[in-house]
C-alpha cells in the first residue's frame, strides 16, 4: 500500500520553530512529528509514502533517508511549485499513487495530526462498505467553530455544514483518510480544496462514508495546540502503562526524557514535559507543561509552563517563562529575566522582561522579516 501525507508549506502557525526545520521535522515528544504519521503507516503494511512539499524540501532529505532506513520503505517527495490546497497535490502524484494494484486503497493524511492512529480499523470498515473514500472523524465539544460531518447510522456521509450556528453534530473531519484509486479521476490538477469541493461531490454521489476516531486528537500546528496534544499524547502513554515514560523520585506525572539529558535530581519535572537529546536541566528547575528541544540548556532555579524552548538555547538562573511562549533557536536569556506569551526568534539574546502579551522579540537586521511575517504582532 502507498499514503500521501500533505505536508503542505512554510509552517507559519508553528513559527519561530519552523524557521529552523520545515514543521514535519519539529519535535514531537522527541520524535519529528512525521515519524510518528510514518511509524503509524508502516504498521498497517504501507511500502511507499510520498510526501507532498512546497517548503524546504531539501532541508528533509537527509532525515527522510534516515526514515527509509529505520522502517525499510521507500519515501519520495512530490514537490508543489504553487501551492496545490488539499486535493490538488493527489492529482500531483497521481501517476506514484497509481502505480501497482489499482484495487489496492492508499491512505492521505494531514502533516499536523497526532492521534492514535486506528489505521488497522480504518482499512477494515473501508474495504467492507466498498465505496470510494472513508474518513476520520473526530468529536469536538464547540462544533460552530468547524465544518460538521452529518452522517447516518452505517457511517454514510450525507453532507457537511461549515460553522453551524444551530446544531447538526459535533462530529468534524480529523484530517486521516483512505482511498480507492479511482477517486483520484475527481482531482483537476491544479490548486483544489478536498473539504469544500471534492468531498461534498463524494458524499452526495454516495461514496464517502465516515469511521468515528477512539482516543485522543490534535492538530499540533500551532503552539497552544502542540503543547495540548503533547499532553493528550503523554496521557495516553501513561493509561497504556508504556514504558516510553520516565521515572524517578523527581518526576511528577507523565513525562518523556531522552537518555542522553542530564537532569538534575534537585529538579521538579511534570507534569506534560518532553525533555531531547543532550539537554542540561539544573537543579532547582521546575518545569510543567512544556517542550524542551535537543541541546538546551535550563540554568538554575528557572521555571518553565505552558512553553516551548527550541534547539540550543539556554535559559538563565531565575528565569520564569509562560503563557504558550515560544523560545527559539539558540536564544539567550540571561538570569532573572520573565516572559510571558512571547515569542522570540532564533539567535536573540534576552536581558530584559517581558510582560506584554504577544510580543515578538528579534534581532534588530530581522524587523522587517518579522513585519512581514507577523503583522499582527507587537515587535520589540
Known sequence: MKALILVGGFGTRLRPLTFTKPKPLVEFANKPIVWHQVAALVEVGVKEIILAVQYKPDDMNEYLSELEEEFKIKIVCSREEVPMGTAGPIAL??????????????????????????????????????????????????????????????????????????????????????????????????????????????????????????????????????????????????????????????????????????????????????????????????????????NAIIRKNAWIKDSIIAWSSTIGKWVRIEGVSVIGEDVKVKDEVFIYKTMVLPHKDVGESVYKEGTILMQKALTKLAIYFFPNKKKK
Not at 485522543?216 to 502503562?241: A, R
Request: proline content about 6%; charged content about 25%.
Open 93 to 294: 502524484a497521481k501517476d506514484l499513487l497509481m502505480k501497482g494494484d489499482e484495487n489496492e486503497p492508499f491512505f492521505v493524511f494531514n502533516s499536523d495530526i497526532i492521534c492514535e492512529f486506528p489505521l488497522a480499523e480504518l482499512l477494515k470498515y473501508h474495504k467492507a462498505h466498498g465505496k470510494e473514500g472513508t474518513i476520520l472523524v473526530t468529536e469536538v465539544e464547540d462544533p460552530s467553530r468547524y465544518g460538521v460531518v452529518v452522517h447516518d447510522q452505517t457511517g454514510k456521509i450525507e453532507r457537511f455544514v461549515e460553522k453551524p450556528k444551530k446544531y447538526v453534530g459535533n462530529e468534524i473531519n480529523a484530517g486521516m483518510y483512505i482511498f480507492n484509486k479511482k477517486m483520484i479521476s475527481r482531482i483537476p490538477n491544479k490548486p483544489t480544496s478536498i473539504e469544500r469541493i471534492i468531498f461534498p461531490e463524494m458524499a452526495q454521489a454516495g461514496e464517502l462514508h465516515c469511521m468515528a476516531l477512539p482516543g485522543f486528537w490534535m492538530d499540533v500546528g500551532k503552539p497552544s495546540d502542540f503543547l495540548g496534544g503533547l499532553t493528550l499524547y503523554l496521557n495516553s502513554l501513561e493509561k497504556k502503562g508504556s514504558n516510553k515514560l520516565s521515572q524517578g523520585k523527581n518526576i511528577q506525572g507523565p513525562v518523556i526524557i531522552d537518555p542522553s539529558a542530564k537532569v538534575s535530581e534537585e529538579s521538579l519535572i511534570g507534569p506534560n514535559v518532553s525533555i531531547g537529546p543532550d539537554v542540561i536541566i539544573e537543579e532547582g528547575v521546575r518545569l510543567a507543561n512544556c517542550c524542551i528541544l535537543k
